[in-house]
């Protein structure tokens, strides 16, 4: 069993920055594949970013030169720093870790972007 806890979402305005963080309770390195996802009001749960065991990252078009997604190993920590919020980044944002077959989910983080 894999539990990931989610936290840094928050009220933010168009331009502004937050970091979200995932804390796992297993090692990050003996999951697959950490990734970050969000779901706008109405809409279907999307991939935001990626990475992978061997620190393969990959990101979402929208988000490109804008979030980046990290980890520390020694803290079971995996990260997205987002920069240059627009207000369609509003969202809820997910952690999910990839074991074998199974993927875990975070409970979510609310970032919402507004003026």
């Known amino acids: 069993q894999v539990q990931l806890v989610e936290s840094g979402g928050g009220l933010v305005q168009p331009g502004g920055s937050l970091r979200l963080s995932c804390a796992a309770s297993?090692?990050?390195?003996?999951?697959?594949?950490m990734d970050w996802y969000h779901q706008g009001p109405g809409k279907e749960r999307e991939l935001v970013a990626e990475?992978?065991?061997?620190?393969?990252?990959n990101y979402a078009d929208s988000v490109k030169g804008r979030f980046t997604i990290s980890r520390d190993i020694a803290k079971n920590m995996v990260y997205l720093q987002m920069n240059s919020l627009k207000p369609e980044d509003t969202a809820v944002y997910y952690c999910?870790?990839?074991?074998?077959?199974?993927?875990?989910w975070g409970q979510g983080t609310q970032v919402i972007v507004s003026s």
């Open positions: 999910g870790g990839t074991m074998g077959t199974r993927t875990y």
């Open positions: 297993v090692s990050i390195f003996s999951i697959n594949v």
């Open positions: 990475i992978t065991r061997a620190e393969y990252t």
